[in-house]
């Protein structure tokens, strides 16, 4: 299951992009469709980039219109191509083999495709034009969504996880995994430790994790407790920065660089620890983790009880708070390190990840 576009080279920065790129993209879903002229606006550089591009067409072509602007998004510095160009090949594999049959709002995908020298851009719907989205993102980042909204976001992933429970296509997925792992061992090695210790919730993290052999063994504990239950797709990085809200307040996912096979658990308690203010989740998260249950249940999944459930939960802790609190400064503006690591950190500390996992300082 692999039918993702490969290509000799696609643009490697944003000055490379051109009319003819375009033309050539859009030529399989808008037949006949010319473009004349762009515009970029709205460039955003995080472990990927993104930008806005405004098409000007000579000829629309035939059948369905075609988009007046689209959001292109792909690895468009060194850095995130030498670094993160995994995550970018994984995303335009996402929408080439999997999202025609992913039960949850996303994004309407024009062109997607790799090329030999890492690149992986996928282009997509400009979501603000089309459905005049609200992403909590740009507002306040982690922990800005209501319970409501949360409550909703899990109805999706439930519906995504029963449908994908033990689907045999899951196997072609074995692996993809590990550029996240990857990532977080990078980012607790020894140096880069001492550095997050700084942070302003660096004491919080000291008391969760006195040494930084004991964060590490962690995390292989959780994940192989992850990869010992049932197996479904998962979303893969479900914090409130990968969403958006429809203008009638209709949720919807974004960003999967991430997606792979595990337990259902990991999209869940992500979501709710890193979508929730610290006093909404403390008030609701049991109630939210009941909620997913019956509607996964009723989408057929074979689901734990709330009590296993719960313990499985709190397990997740061992990801959440490294990857939360860990990533490198270039990642994301100061204010949102530091607001992501308080959040995470203080969810480890109530959820007593060391004794959900069974393991003391």
């Not at 495709?113 to 992986?120: I, K």
């Not at 996240?180 to 980012?187: A, E, G, S």
């Not at 660089?257 to 203010?277: P, W």
């Not at 530091?338 to 500390?349: C, K, P, Q, R």
């Amino acid at each position: 299951m692999d039918t993702v576009k490969t290509v000799q080279r696609l643009p490697h920065s944003f000055d490379e992009f051109t009319p003819e790129f375009f033309t050539e993209a859009l030529s399989a879903k808008f037949p006949g469709a010319r473009v004349e002229a762009i515009e970029r606006t709205g460039e955003r550089i995080g472990t990927s980039a993104s930008c806005k591009i405004t098409l000007r067409y000579a000829d629309r072509g035939t059948g369905q219109r075609a988009p007046d602007s689209v959001y292109i998004k792909g690895g468009f510095t060194p850095k995130q191509l030498n670094r993160y160009w995994a995550v970018l090949q994984q995303e335009a594999r996402f929408y080439s083999d999997m999202a025609e049959d992913v039960s949850m709002n996303i994004p309407t995908c024009y062109y997607a495709a790799c090329d030999e020298d890492r690149q992986g851009i996928t282009m997509l719907e400009d979501l603000i034009a089309t459905r005049g989205a609200r992403f909590v993102f740009m507002d306040k980042g982690w922990g800005a969504l209501k319970v409501d909204e949360v409550s909703a976001l899990l109805e999706q992933l439930a519906r995504m996880h029963a449908k994908w429970e033990g689907d045999p296509r899951l196997d072609s997925l074995a692996g993809f995994e590990l550029p996240q792992r990857d990532f977080m061992k990078y980012c607790i090695r020894d140096q880069h430790w001492e550095h997050i210790l700084q942070r302003p919730f660096g004491h919080r993290l000291a008391s969760i994790f006195p040494n930084v052999t004991l964060a590490r063994e962690a995390l292989d504990r959780n994940w192989a407790l992850n990869d010992s239950a049932p197996k479904t797709l998962l979303h893969g990085d479900p914090h409130g920065g990968n969403v958006f809200f429809e203008r009638d307040g209709t949720p919807g996912w974004m960003d999967f660089q991430l997606y792979f096979a595990n337990t259902y658990m990991y999209d869940v308690s992500y979501l709710i620890v890193t979508g929730l203010s610290v006093e909404d989740r403390r008030a609701e998260e049991g109630r939210l983790l009941r909620h997913y249950l019956q509607v996964a249940r009723a989408e057929g999944m074979a689901a734990d009880s709330f009590h296993d459930a719960w313990l499985v939960y709190r397990q997740q802790m061992a990801h959440a708070v490294i990857n939360g609190s860990c990533n490198p400064d270039e990642a994301a503006s100061r204010e949102f390190i530091e607001g992501s690591g308080e959040l995470v950190t203080i969810a480890a500390e109530d959820l007593d990840v060391l004794g959900a996992l069974d393991m003391t300082r």
